[in-house]
């Protein structure tokens, strides 16, 4: 069966394929979008955090030679480090307003950047898929790699966690209502400086871990991070800053349109999740599924 | 006696005019004999030292101080010393202009070698042919054969996409089929090899049933792969280059694509090829050198020979090779030459006959193209024999004129 000049087949493969393109961008988008609409922080270090867990667990793999270590150890080690920079650096400028941290994390990630050059070169390291994951499998509408697959799969398996921690634990209950409002969760008596020690490592960790799952993709370097942060900001604005649906729902419509203008405009595939954007901001300047007034 | 002193009245008049003037242009004329004679002979070299071709362009530099080295050890030109000035470009057209402005007008350098960008190259061209300093190009351009971009100083050490893709093309379509489909970085590097491969094509009957551009340092193509993998393509040309080339081969590679389809990269580099793994087993492309021409060419042999004493046993890429071949070009030729007088080295160039580390080559008249062969590679993977052990040599292009654009479609007089 055809649908225009391509056959069905063939549109659902593309679709497959932008879902889990879309992954990736659901697992940065999620962790931007958490430290914002909580903290009022607009994270520029993202997409260096995204590049450190792909260094750490490429790193972690040539000693232990085991990519499921790597995969635990990359965001728990990112989340460590997003611990660090929230208690020393950014923990200083709360009440500042909004463009001091956002200056603090741009000259982060120059820094971030600039270390994993001096420590591990400028040329990037090849990475593959564990050999459990190469190779492609038939999926009923022709071949898909296997790690794609699981890429999927894994990325909705952390999603339910994320969701099942944030509406089905008290601490999700804080990191809910802190969303929404601020002042009434201090005034409640709730220390929300921890609260935001662990949502900024919680982001942090998130952008790690979206790292080292695009390690096999693309191999690592120094500035695989720089392309993501536009895509992060894009999901973010997209699904509305600060929901967790909204990042999911805004990170596999971006892969989506991103994998359809491949497929009938390849050379307007850079520009197509931007005027994405701007059409989402036009009929719907708060996102897909934010709350109006989160950026008052 | 009144004649004798009016004599000698005038002699030393016109003596005090001429040692005056001698006087005043003896600086002038000094720093021109010192220049071009006394000091060293000094070699700009501009290449990417930073950014996405670092890997290769160190090589270059590795490979380029062995021809010095080469030089110098055989006594020079009658014990005048070459030395070779390494400047980053950065990659970047403006920033290789402004380095080679300094190279000419401050280290006052007597030749240029070196870039490795088709922009890059231009520019670094550019300069020099404007302030008229022989410019010895060792990275992949068309532009730079044609009459608009060349100038008498300018020569071309590298292949040039028209003749790499078109070789690669005539093995490749034959062999492997003739429905081809091109995924293609959006840039001239890009353009100039689909190009090459087309007009190669054209006489085989080739039909093309994808012609996809991606933006150049794209990260990911998985959106690319599911439509060419549906096209079932005998030959999918990869038109792009470094990080690039190692990206697009890795996912059309996961995406299953080899099952159907022979994939082709116009320039398969041995840098990319160690960077990207088993991913690349039986990926073809074109390379103007592979480590194991030593097997059948005895100055390859040579070559490398003097790379691995030199460099803990390590053997020189492609590219690296280029900027061995580009100085020993110019060094060569300011032997023959007796001079480095620039007309003098530029003559003793065209009549260069070399073989220093491929086989045969000479530059052409009309573009001063260096006619060489081209080589076609075949990347393996199981029966590596060591890690430099990455490529089979399945076939090899002879030097041929024939093979170039003509010099009357590339707008030259002759």
Redesign the interface.
Known sequence: MMIGPYPLDLLALQLVTGVALGAIYVLVGIGLSLIFGLMTIVNFAHGAFFMAGAYVGVFLYGYTGNFWVSLVAAPLAVGALGLLVERLLVRRLYGRGIDDPLLLTFGLSYVIVESVRILFGLTGIPFGAPPALRGAVDIGIGYFPLYRLFLIVFTALVVAALWLFVERTSFGLIIRAGARDRQIVQVLGIDVSKVWLVVFALGCGLAGLAGILAAPLQGVTPEMGIPVLAEAFVVTVVGGMGSLAGAVLAGLLVGIVVAMTSLIAPDMTKMAIFALMALVLLVRPRGLLGRAGALG | MADETGRSGAFSRRGLLQGGALALAAPALMRRAWAQGAGPIRIGFPVPL??AF??EANDQVRAAQIAVKEFNAAGGLDGRMAELLVRDDKLNPGEAATRTLELIEKDKVNFLVGALSAAVTLSVNNVARERGVLYNSISQSDAINEAKDFGRTTFHEALNPHMTAGAVGRYVFPKHGKRVAFLTA?YAYGHEMVRGFRRAGEALGIEVVAD????IGA??Y??????L??LKPDVLCLCNFG?DQ??SI??AT???LK?TTKLVAPVLLFTARK?????FEGVVGGTSYYWRLEDSVPTAKAFNDAFRAAYNGAVPSDYGALGYAGVRSVLESVKAAKSTDTDKVIAAMEALRADFYKGPQYFRACDHQSVQSVLIVESKHKDQKGPDDVFTIVGTEQPDEARLRTCAELGHKA
Request: cysteine-free; charged content about 25%.
């Open positions: 930073t950014g670092g890997a959006d996809i551009r991606h933006p990260s990911d998985s959106a690319f792969l599911p439509r993998a549906a990080r190692v990206v890795q996912q996961e995406f299953g099952r960077a990207g793994g088993d991913a």
